[in-house]
């Protein structure tokens, strides 16, 4: 089945440092890629969605200059949380989809937990 | 995309069959319903999808209702591996994103 690769899994960092996490789809192409955040005891918040070369779209509340993507190949996408802070420490998720085909599943990272101190 | 409703939590024995429902009365046409779950500090798994006829693989089956106003997934021999939350969504056909809601979080009792 198609994978998803993230990376790192696990990012614990001082406050004000900015941290890339890595999306790669690694058996398929991947015209669209997603990102969603999760809180503890909660479900996921979709933050954004990118296309291959072109600008993300992000969705109400989440500041495009804090979380900063870049999906410039079809197998990787990027997500880098600039200057970031304790509110910021959260589960990120993203997700890919390849657009043959009516309704395709999306296939998911398996998260990268980010912990700033 | 139309919501979904779905019980908080549920729990199942081991090896016993799981029914996982889920009300979606809002439902259009052209929306597939689509069940995911996710397993403890892992990013979801696609599990089964369906837009009218009831659908079978490997993990599970799902049953849609005649008026689609609701769905069952069926786990037929759950397994502690098994224990997760299993979301319910909805999505149009125009592959919009999809939106998780809080899902029902599944137990499996040894």
């Known amino acids: 089945g198609a994978v998803v690769s993230q990376h790192p899994s696990r990012v614990i960092c001082k406050s004000g440092t900015s941290v890339k996490i890595e999306c790669r789809s690694l058996?398929?192409?991947?015209?669209?890629m997603f990102w969603y955040r999760q809180f503890p005891k909660q479900s996921l918040m979709l933050m954004a969605t990118?296309?291959?070369?072109?600008?993300?779209?992000?969705e109400q509340g989440v500041e495009k200059d804090k979380f900063l993507i870049n999906h410039a190949s079809l197998t990787l996408s990027t997500l880098t949380v600039t200057s970031a802070h304790p509110e910021d420490s959260s589960f990120y998720i993203c997700?890919?989809?390849?657009?043959?085909?009516?309704?395709?599943?999306?296939?998911f990272g398996d998260g990268t937990r980010l912990s700033i101190l | 995309d139309a919501k979904t409703t779905q019980p908080n939590s549920m729990e199942s024995n081991e090896e016993e069959p799981v029914h996982l429902p889920c009300n979606h009365s809002?439902?259009?046409?052209?929306?597939?319903i689509h069940w995911y779950r996710q397993l403890p500090s892992q990013g979801p798994e696609y599990v089964i999808h369906?837009?009218?006829s009831n659908v079978n693989n490997r993990m599970a089956s799902l049953a849609i209702a005649e008026d689609r106003k609701s769905s069952t997934l069926i786990l037929h021999r759950a397994t502690l591996r098994d224990a997760a939350v299993y979301y319910c969504?909805?999505?149009?056909?125009?592959?919009?994103?999809?939106?998780f809601g809080k899902g029902t979080r599944l137990s499996v009792i040894a």
């Open positions: 369906g837009l009218t």
């Open positions: 969504i909805l999505r149009d056909a125009r592959n919009t994103p999809l939106v």
């Open positions: 058996d398929f192409q991947a015209t669209t």
């Open positions: 990118s296309n291959e070369g072109s600008k993300a779209t992000y």
């Open positions: 809002t439902i259009s046409g052209t929306d597939y």
């Open positions: 997700s890919a989809r390849t657009q043959t085909g009516q309704n395709q599943p999306q296939h």
